[in-house]
């Protein structure tokens, strides 16, 4: 697949700040990751004692993110980002969902960093890749979340359709047993600041607990 994403000069020119850091690499699904989850209950268990909802609000790379979004027309109260979705969720006690050891080692770098982060099957994706704005009644099922109105928000297309955004990721790119061609993208809305450190923490993470290979990795 063409690692290049191309981002439309209407986005750019909303959020001249968004830059996309990307990891494409080869990986093994598994759904029996116990080590990894020692490492990812070490943080849940840290940021369960010292962070708040607040302080999720005020992570710079979750409140640059928010503005991004209201920039953009976008209620991000609404359509909350997934990174701070997650630690919502480890604040409020309930911990993060088991999924699989690609997906979880994702939400792991996520909740580290405060970057929400797309993570796709790139065997499913078509043609080439660019993000733009959702359109009016454009076709869109959000893992776990049904039918989501995309109107304005930033995403993905390939040439099916839409398939990606920091809210949710969709149902014809989610990561399943299946994945052996992985296309993972940190969106950050604060430049570069951040990306580069947070980008090498989940490449460890996946050479660790998804044998991953032919790693490639890029700032768009």
Same mark, same amino acid.
């Not at 699989?100 to 929400?116: E, M, Q, R, T």
């Given at each position: 697949m063409n690692p290049t994403i191309l981002i439309e000069p209407q986005l750019s020119e909303l959020c001249p700040s968004l830059k996309l850091g990307v990891i494409q690499c080869q990986v093994k699904v598994t759904t029996d990751s116990d080590k990894l989850w020692e490492v990812i209950n070490q943080h849940i268990k840290q940021i369960e004692e010292s962070t708040t909802v607040e302080a999720i609000r005020n992570k $710079?790379? @979750? %409140? %640059? !993110?928010?503005? +991004?979004?209201?920039? *953009?027309?976008?209620? $991000?109260?609404?359509?909350?980002? %997934? +990174?701070? %979705?997650?630690?919502?969720?480890? *604040?409020?006690?309930?911990?993060?969902?088991? @999924?699989?050891? *690609? *997906?979880?080692?994702?939400?792991? +770098? !996520? @909740?580290? !960093?405060?970057?929400?982060?797309g993570g796709y099957n790139a065997d499913k994706i078509v043609g080439s890749i660019k993000m733009g704005l959702g359109k009016t009644d454009e076709a869109y099922q959000g893992i776990g979340r049904g039918l989501l109105n995309i109107e304005n928000l930033p995403l993905f297309r390939d040439d099916m359709g839409a398939f990606g955004s920091a809210t949710s990721d969709s149902v014809r790119t989610q990561i399943d047993s299946a994945c052996q061609n992985l296309l993972m993208v940190f969106f950050s809305y604060q430049g570069e600041a951040e990306l580069h450190e947070s980008m090498n923490f989940a490449r460890e993470l996946l050479v660790d607990f998804a044998s991953a290979t032919n790693i490639r990795t890029c700032i768009i």
């Open positions: $710079p790379t @979750i %409140s %640059s !993110s928010k503005d +991004a979004y209201r920039k *953009v027309g976008k209620d $991000p109260n609404r359509y909350r980002l %997934s +990174a701070e %979705s997650l630690l919502r969720r480890i *604040v409020n006690g309930k911990g993060l969902y088991k @999924i699989n050891n *690609v *997906v979880d080692l994702l939400n792991l +770098a !996520s @909740i580290k !960093s405060g970057f929400s982060i």
